[in-house]
């Protein structure tokens, strides 16, 4: 089955530094990949997904690019404020029998933007 | 439009007993999903249902785990007999209709505790 590694399991930086968040995964069959922001108690919260048809998405301060020649993507985020601190988790679409929605999810990156 | 309900937020259980979690989709999505997530690690798949049939239930194990999603009412995710190991935050998602181009909304979580 799929897996998904994300990388790091920690991330501290400065207010106004930029954070990234990288995650490969195993299975070339999956072609959506979504990243979930995850406050302390709260649900997971979509905050940007991308699917194979294409390489990069932008949505204000957060990118993602997918590199689906080796199998990786990644979570920018420009410009980080303190209420960007939480844990996040990317995860991939895994084919079975034609459709994505079982997600495989990494183990999370906590996040922390020191002000 | 209210995002995806689940009750209780926090649940307390004696090994043995039997837990029932419960999940509303948002409104106009008819497929759910159910997720576990044990300490600091990523949410597991556990089963995806529409409306009275289990789609995929590869994720829940053999014993003791069963799902449901009525005609009418939420969809609920049943524990007997619970154990220590069964201790975890579950979280239920749902989408509109399922497959690759469904984005899937995750509700707040129920934390069980066995004690």
């Known amino acids: 089955g799929e897996n998904v590694e994300q990388h790091p399991s920690t991330l501290s930086v400065q207010e106004g530094d930029s954070a990234v968040i990288k995650c490969t995964y195993s299975d070339s069959a999956s072609n959506y990949f979504p990243w979930y922001k995850q406050e302390l108690g709260k649900g997971p919260q979509l905050i940007i997904d991308?699917?194979?048809?294409?390489g990069e998405k932008k949505d204000q301060r957060i990118a993602v690019t997918l590199n689906k020649t080796a199998k990786h993507f990644s979570l920018h985020i420009t410009e980080t404020q303190p209420e960007d601190s939480a844990v996040y988790f990317c995860a991939a679409g895994h084919n079975s029998g034609g459709s994505n929605y079982k997600l495989t999810f990494g183990k999370g990156t906590l996040l922390t933007v020191n002000p | 439009n209210a995002g995806v309900m689940q009750n209780p937020r926090h649940l307390v259980r004696r090994r043995g007993q039997e837990a029932r979690l419960r999940c509303s989709p948002m409104?106009?999505?008819?497929?759910v999903y159910w997720y576990r997530q044990l300490p600091e690690e990523g949410l597991k798949f556990m089963v995806y249902l529409q409306k009275e049939n289990i789609i995929d239930e590869s994720g829940m194990p053999k014993e003791r785990f069963s799902a449901e999603f009525p005609k009418e009412g939420p969809s609920i995710l049943r524990i007997q007999q619970v154990v220590r190991g069964d201790s975890a935050a579950y979280f239920c998602?749902?989408?509109?209709?399922?497959?690759?181009?469904?984005?899937?909304?995750f509700g707040p979580g129920t934390r069980l505790t066995v004690l």
């Open positions: 998602a749902s989408s509109p209709r399922g497959g690759h181009t469904d984005t899937q909304y």
């Open positions: 991308i699917r194979s048809n294409v």
């Open positions: 409104k106009g999505h008819s497929h």
